[in-house]
């Protein structure tokens, strides 16, 4: 061969490793139109479950949120609804996690609480995961009911949609692993017989029928992780918010169905 | 005391055959199952549940660990007077829980 | 030093040699199989329901029991049952029982009505360890009874996971 052809050749290798990496990872997002929810892979009974407040075990979470909003708390001896008197939080779990200027990075809802039972209840915060935060979430979500999926994602934000982006297509774990290979290239099959969905959090912080509980995203994020054989990120990592984010914003414009049900 | 969630029609016609839904926070542990380290968790459920309607016992459930969590029961009556329904769970440890509706019948 | 093993014969030497590996194996198998729990069967479930029915004949009809063919989580299934029945004073349903066939136990809910409930309908839900049948028993007031079953799959189980 002569150094030209060779030349030629090593052009159209390069195009081609290019053009096919491009293709892949065009191929790899699911289109926004072709994007389901959760709810839309289950049986019509859990859908029912889901539907009828009545008969939603989240709901239980929902109507103690309620209560734990209008209770006088820490040396501040204020409530939620002294602060937000009068205001409906209708809207406010569809745009978390939202950036936090005093903590320059982006917090979620139940971090969010958290900021306002120390800073202006001056009360201990609630711990992560527990009966209580959840409530409160659950009810402030409750009320996001419906709304598009809509966080915000500017100069500020867009470093930490990247990192969490980055987390969801990267392999890793003892089976090298991405998110991405079951929930972009994957979701119409089965894994163990169960579906394997888009994974949208369009209903947290949801009833999951294993855990015979109302968890948040983290639990379920934590819980797909150490699945994965990754090692695990602790409740609240800034690694599990970055995550939380990109996958909000990856289901944008899709209706918060706050408190769903799932499997 | 638990929480629970009702829903029973506020108004009935005499005679109306109406649904009533009942929802309970409780946990059914089943007994079957064992902590992380091999100890088994004792059983610990709701085992009765009864409804009455002005006085009356219309309805009444024995429950098993076979129940789910957050014990989930609807059934039916018919409306016969304004008046009110009282749920009653009792259960394991000493669990006791009870709410009353009114209805108004016409 | 002699041993035992050296004075025996070829032919007791292998047969001994068995009897350890037997000895052992059985051993083996005693520390490593699960302490066995108690499980409902279908014999244990057709002892519960004569429990209920006694030797009255048991006629498949009037009830409709309703769950999911296969469900996605063993730990919360959603149950209806119906059963056709006017609930008149003098024809009613008074009980509604419903058992199953391989969870830890056979009971899983009995009801008791009687005319103020109008209609004999019942929802609750339930938890399912395995793969079974499920069967619903309707009592009249006139002392016969009327079942229906359903076969479900389950591929995630109730009761038998530990909590993590």
Redesign the interface.
């Known amino acids: 061969m002569t150094p030209a052809e060779r030349c030629i050749l090593a052009i159209g290798a390069l195009a081609w490793a290019i053009a096919s990496t491009l293709l892949v990872a065009l191929a790899a997002e699911i289109p926004l139109n072709e994007r389901k929810s959760g709810y839309e892979f289950?049986?019509?009974?859990?859908r029912?479950?889901q539907d009828?407040d009545?008969?939603n075990?989240g709901?239980?979470w929902v109507?103690?949120g309620e209560a734990s909003w209008k209770r006088k708390v820490g040396t501040a001896n204020k409530s939620c609804a002294d602060c937000h008197a009068g205001e409906s939080m209708k809207g406010v779990a569809a745009r978390y996690p939202a950036f936090n200027a005093a903590r320059g990075r982006p917090v979620n809802l139940d971090q969010q609480i958290n900021i306002c039972r120390t800073e202006r209840q001056q009360a201990t915060p609630l711990p992560l995961e527990g009966k209580e935060l959840l409530a409160l979430s659950s009810y402030v979500g409750r009320q996001s009911r419906g709304m598009p999926i809509a966080v915000t994602i500017d100069e500020r934000t867009r470093p930490f949609l990247e990192a969490g982006r980055a987390t969801f297509y990267r392999r890793q774990g003892q089976l090298n692993f991405a998110c991405a290979q079951c929930h972009d290239d994957n979701w119409k099959e089965k894994l163990?017989?169960?579906p394997i969905t888009q994974a949208h959090p369009t209903g947290y912080p949801l009833y999951r029928?294993?855990w015979?509980?109302v968890g948040s995203l983290q639990r379920r994020l934590r819980n797909c992780i150490s699945g994965m054989r990754v090692d695990n990120y602790p409740l609240g990592a800034p690694e599990l918010v970055d995550l939380e984010l990109f996958l909000m914003w990856r289901a944008r414009s899709m209706p918060l169905e706050t408190p769903a049900v799932r499997? | 005391m638990a929480r629970t969630l009702i829903n029973v029609p506020p108004k009935a016609k005499k005679g109306e055959v109406i649904a009533i839904k009942t929802l309970i926070s409780h946990e059914m542990e089943t007994g079957y199952r064992h902590d992380n380290v091999g100890k088994a968790i004792p059983r610990d459920i709701i085992s009765l549940f009864v409804c009455t309607y002005n006085g009356l016992e219309v309805f009444r459930a024995e429950l098993f660990p076979a129940i789910a969590a957050n014990p989930f029961i609807s059934f039916y009556t018919v409306a016969t007077a304004s008046g009110t329904f009282e749920f009653k769970w009792t259960g394991d440890n000493g669990f006791s829980a009870t709410e009353s509706v009114n209805i108004t019948v016409e | 030093m002699m041993t035992d093993d050296d004075m025996m014969t070829d032919d007791e030497a292998t047969r001994r040699q068995f009897m350890i590996g037997a000895a052992s194996l059985a051993g083996g198998l005693v520390t490593v199989l699960p302490v066995t729990e108690a499980r409902a069967t279908p014999e244990t479930m057709q002892a519960a329901i004569k429990k209920v029915v006694g030797s009255a004949p048991l006629r498949k009809g009037k009830v409709a029991l309703h769950l999911p063919p296969l469900v996605e989580n063993g730990n919360s299934v959603s149950m209806d049952i119906a059963v056709e029945s006017p609930m008149t004073a003098d024809n009613y349903v008074r009980a509604i029982h419903v058992f199953n066939e391989k969870n830890p136990q056979s009971n899983v809910i009995s009801i008791r009505l009687g005319p103020p409930a109008g209609q004999a309908k019942v929802a609750t839900r339930m938890r399912l360890a395995d793969s079974q049948r499920i069967m619903a028993i309707a009592e009249m007031n006139d002392g016969s009874f009327w079942s229906d079953e359903v076969d479900v799959i389950v591929t995630i189980a109730a009761c038998l996971e530990d909590p993590v």
């Open positions: 289950m049986g019509p009974e859990t029912a479950m009828d009545s008969a075990p709901s239980l109507f103690d163990a017989g169960a029928l294993e015979q509980n499997p």
